[in-house]
């Protein structure tokens, strides 16, 4: 269905498309078709055009994680964060990225403020490949039966 709802914006009028709704419905197509330049650059025109939803903080986030770079992404959740500081999502997404640059401490903060905003974040915190170095020094620090 993604290529006909992608075919279905490609007919929307030029004075149309430029709706955010348009353009956010556009955003979750590109997303999912791992189109990551383009969605990186929907969702920054968004967000530069006023959008306040943090739903488009991250998604621009995660494509420039896949177009670009790590840092790049994480720039933007910096920013994310002084506009929703209390979304858990934003806040575990700092903590995979700062655990994947090694950055542990900054990680378990933002993973612990996410969990403690959302705690369904800690099955995921359990899971989550980015946070496997975090896992394994947690596992590391605890006493062990002896």
């Not at 969702?43 to 306040?52: D, F, M, P, S, V």
């Not at 974040?121 to 590391?140: H, S």
């Amino acid at each position: 269905m993604l290529a006909a709802a992608a075919s279905e914006l490609a007919q929307i009028t030029a004075t149309d498309a430029s709706r955010v709704e348009v353009r956010s419905l556009l955003l979750t197509v590109l997303h999912e078709q791992q189109k990551w330049p383009e969605a990186q650059t929907v969702a920054a025109e968004l967000i530069h055009g006023g959008a306040k939803d943090a739903g488009i903080w991250i998604m621009w986030a995660y494509a420039t994680r896949r177009a670009d770079s790590l840092v790049g992404a994480e720039r933007i959740l910096h920013e994310a964060v002084k506009v929703h500081p209390d979304d858990p999502t934003i806040q575990f997404n700092l903590g995979c990225y700062a655990c994947q640059r090694g950055n542990l401490q900054v990680a378990r903060h933002h993973v612990g403020r996410a969990i403690a905003l959302a705690p369904h974040f800690a099955a995921l915190a359990a899971t989550d490949a980015d946070l496997v170095a975090l896992r394994v020094a947690d596992a590391a620090d605890r006493p062990t039966d002896s």
